[in-house]
């Protein structure tokens, strides 16, 4: 599991490296993992190696982002001014991402989750 998480960390390095070296406009995280995306769909050798590694960051997903959390409560005052769009970002983002994330999962699972043979009623 330290292999894919020295994996995981070396792809978000890349990700640091290119935006320093390029000045995109963009998290340099989220472009580690758009790159590890690719390297994964490409079937890089090292596919195996990151998934334990991967699951148990998101086994403890709520560890990662309780940080954020705490810094909004202590800093409330900062954002206090724009506390109605934050809730409307963060409402509408998660209520789009379930919406989203369904119908990719639909589309990707394309009728696999149904009995073989049934009608999918259960009769």
Known sequence: MIDGLLILLFF???GEVVIRLTGLPLPAPVLGMVLLLLALLLNAPFSQRVAPAAGALIK????????????????????QDNALALVVAVVGG???SLVL?????????????????GDGHGH
């Open 12 to 14: 978000q390095f890349l």
């Open 60 to 79: 403890h997903i709520s560890l990662l982002i309780f940080p954020l959390g705490v810094g909004i409560v202590l800093q409330w005052d900062r954002y």
């Open 101 to 117: 994330v369904t119908l990719m999962l639909k589309l990707l699972m394309g009728g696999k989750h149904r009995e073989k043979g």
């Open 94 to 96: 998660t209520l789009l």
